[in-house]
């Protein structure tokens, strides 16, 4: 019997080429947001306080955002027909951000492919300045902005087996509560540092070619 597949990935530097919120604070933020990254990546700061001291940083209008995502953030050139080909199987896939909502509707819409459903952090803008909003809070994980492990439990709870596919350190929980991984990058170099059980992939092309190899698909 084939799995019953949920498909979850990451959305920046995962179904994008670019990471959307490298592109606002090299643009809008204060020069002194790589060393808030730093921190993040090395755990002296959570997930959480580093968005909000990044965003907090950024002097720029919704326009202006908007703008920026419109024409400086590319899609993965394979994940449109990823998705047609999932959806074409019934299969769910969703995306889950430890970023922002504006950014992926915006993405999402500029590349033909919204409405889509995903889990992100709000973007609040309040007297000229930007704040972020955390409407998917964990009981059990205090570090990560939005928990992705979280959703992805309660997917399994449901049924699915769940595939996640991510590239960042936001991606962790994620991967550890998925029934498959799939990781580049930052996520790619922890999984192996931390012996967690991940596939690498470059393109959701070899994510396809995978799940057909297991006779998922």
């Known amino acids: ?18 990471d959307t919120l490298v592109e606002i604070l090299n643009r ?21 306080e ?52 504006l950014c992926v509707e915006t993405v999402m819409l500029q590349a033909g492919l919204w409405p889509i459903p995903s889990l992100a952090n709000r973007l609040l803008q309040s007297n000229g300045s930007w704040q972020v909003d955390f409407p998917y809070t964990s009981s059990t994980c205090a570090s990560c902005g939005h928990c992705k492990g979280d959703p ?22 994620a991967a550890m509560a998925a029934s498959l991984t799939f990781s580049k990058d930052e996520l790619g170099e922890w999984c192996r540092r931390e012996e967690i059980p991940s596939i690498p992939f ?12 297991r006779e998922w698909l």
């Open 1 to 18: 019997m084939k799995a019953r597949l949920l498909i979850a990935c990451d959305f920046d530097g995962t179904v994008t080429r670019q």
């Open 202 to 213: 470059q393109t959701f092309d070899d994510i396809a070619a995978e799940l057909k190899k």
């Open 28 to 48: 809008f933020g204060a020069p002194t947001w790589t060393r808030v990254q730093e921190q993040v990546i090395s755990g002296e700061l959570s997930i959480r």
């Open 152 to 173: 992805i439990r309660n997917w399994t709870h449901q049924g699915y087996t769940t595939v996640f596919v991510g590239n960042g350190v936001t991606d962790r929980c």
């Open 50 to 101: 580093g968005l909000q001291s990044e965003m907090g940083s950024v002097r720029a209008t919704r326009q202006e955002l908007e703008q920026l995502l419109s024409t400086c953030i590319e899609v993965e050139p394979s994940f449109p027909g990823f998705l047609k080909g999932m959806r074409a199987r019934g299969i769910p896939v969703v995306l889950i951000s430890g970023g922002f909502d």
